[in-house]
Nanobody, 123 residues
Framework: QVQLQESGPGLVKPSRTLSLTCTVSRAFLTANDYYWGWIRQPPGKGLEWIGYIAYTGTTHYSPSLKSRTSISWDTSRSHFTLQLSSVTPEDTALYYC???????????????WGQGTQVTVSP
């Protein structure tokens, strides 16, 4: 079973860049048939897909966030990171990393999830 764990700062100041890391369980580090995604849930709202990265490094982002989003692997491919630039209080949310066997943009199609990490954007 795929295990994922998010990490990163819980508080980010407006206009700064939010950076989160997702650690993938060792058994799946070389799995080349998964898509590794980031999903968030703002307070009182539904799940919002942010983007994914494939094992090959190919990425795909939500059109509404594309100009501010970057997802990448670290050199060892044991972690993948989310960077969201120019954040505002509207980016406050519970952020999840997740995995799916297909390149889904629907959060409901992701099979494996981390426990989530709260990020608050505030001065």
């Amino acid at each position: 079973q795929v295990q994922l764990q998010e990490s990163g700062p819980g508080l980010v100041k407006p206009s700064r860049t939010l950076s989160l890391t997702c650690t993938v369980s060792r058994a799946f580090l070389t799995a080349n048939d998964y898509y590794w995604g980031w999903i968030r849930q703002p307070p009182g709202k539904g799940l919002e897909w942010i983007g994914y990265i494939a094992y090959t490094g190919t990425t795909h982002y939500s059109p509404s966030l594309k100009s501010r989003t970057s997802i990448s692997w670290d050199t060892s491919r044991s972690h993948f990171t989310l960077q969201l630039s120019s954040v505002t209080p509207e980016d406050t949310a519970l952020y999840y990393c997740a995995a799916a066997r297909r390149p889904f943009t629907d959060p409901g199609q992701y099979t494996y999830w981390g426990q989530g990490t709260q990020v608050t954007v505030s001065p």
